[in-house]
């Protein structure tokens, strides 16, 4: 039997989309590979939305910033496996709908001389998400790309 990472993604996706309308509804779930939670800081009850695959966080939305993760998880050239390409894409693809950060932000292969890099943004706004490469931040700004 085939096993389709979308309906994985789109549990993700929906529960982001649940979390902005009613962020303390959202419980902790799993389905498959792929977990939800929210976790609440004490100092600041700052509520933080969290995506892991196969136990590895991925992406957190807080709310000064989004972090993406590349989930520990390679092909054979160092980059983030096509599951975490996935599910990465559909949150951020969320994320720019939900006003968060810019539309179009993606994850994807880059040429690059004679590699195939993987890289994080949108046009010339890009930065490395590979194996050296353990997590980007984005801030939460719809008008413009800021990667950290």
């Known amino acids: 039997m085939a096993r389709s ?6 549990f993700a996706v929906d529960k982001l989309v649940e979390f902005t309308s009613s962020p ?7 389905q498959g ?21 196969f136990d590895q ?8 910033c989004l972090i993406v993760r590349n ?11 096509r599951t975490t390409r996935e599910r990465l894409n559909g ?23 004679d590699q195939f890099s993987c890289k994080i943004g949108k046009g010339e706004v890009v930065s490395a998400l590979d194996e050296s490469s353990a997590d980007r931040v984005l801030a939460r700004n719809k008008e413009q790309l800021l990667i950290f």
């Open 91 to 113: 949150l951020l693809d969320a994320a720019g709908d939900l006003g968060y950060i810019p539309e179009g932000v993606r994850v994807f292969f880059r040429i690059e001389g």
């Open 33 to 53: 590979n792929t977990t939800i939670s929210v976790h609440m800081d004490r100092e600041t009850q700052e509520l933080t939305f969290q995506v892991f695959l």
């Open 24 to 30: 303390r509804t959202v419980q902790e779930e799993t």
């Open 71 to 81: 989930g520990g998880f390679f092909d054979s050239k160092g980059r983030p496996s």
């Open 5 to 10: 990472n979308r309906t994985l993604t789109q």
């Open 57 to 64: 966080s991925i992406f957190e939305l807080s709310e000064q």
